[in-house]
């Protein structure tokens, strides 16, 4: 079982930054490769970012490219979204997300795919 921890969210005004993170339990994390999705009010969660296991990949969704980047620390068990020029239209609960790419390669652009998922934290954008 894998445990997501998300933090860093929190009330930004539009233009600015946020780091967000996401710690897991075990000693596997390695083996997963992560993403992070995130839901507004009264709409479907969305995809936003995703890195493989190893790091060497990572996807973005088009409203996000440029501005945010993911990144992974292995040894720290951690995977990070770091959000610059932040809009309004970003605001929503954040969701990192893991799923054991170990043996099979996943299209981590896709929720359904994904095994684990965190308790998400709150980005609000001011305009």
């Known amino acids: 079982q894998v445990q997501l921890v998300e933090s860093g969210g929190g009330l930004v005004q539009a233009g600015g930054s946020l780091r967000l993170s996401c710690t897991t339990s075990?000693?596997?994390?390695?083996?997963?490769?992560m993403g992070w999705f995130r839901q507004a009010p009264g709409k479907e969660r969305e995809f936003v970012a995703a890195?493989?296991?190893?790091?060497?990949?990572?996807y973005y969704a088009d409203s996000v490219k440029g501005r945010f980047t993911i990144s992974r620390d292995n040894a720290k068990n951690t995977v990070y979204l770091q959000m610059n020029s932040l809009k309004p239209e970003d605001t929503a609960v954040y969701y990192c997300?893991?799923?054991?790419?170990?043996?099979?390669?996943?299209?981590?652009?896709?929720?359904?795919?994904?095994?684990?998922w965190g308790q998400g934290t709150q980005v609000t954008v001011s305009s």
């Open positions: 997300a893991a799923v054991n790419s170990w043996y099979i390669t996943y299209d981590l652009r896709q929720a359904r795919n994904y095994n684990y």
């Open positions: 890195i493989s296991r190893t790091g060497n990949s990572t």
């Open positions: 075990g000693r596997t994390f390695y083996m997963y490769a």
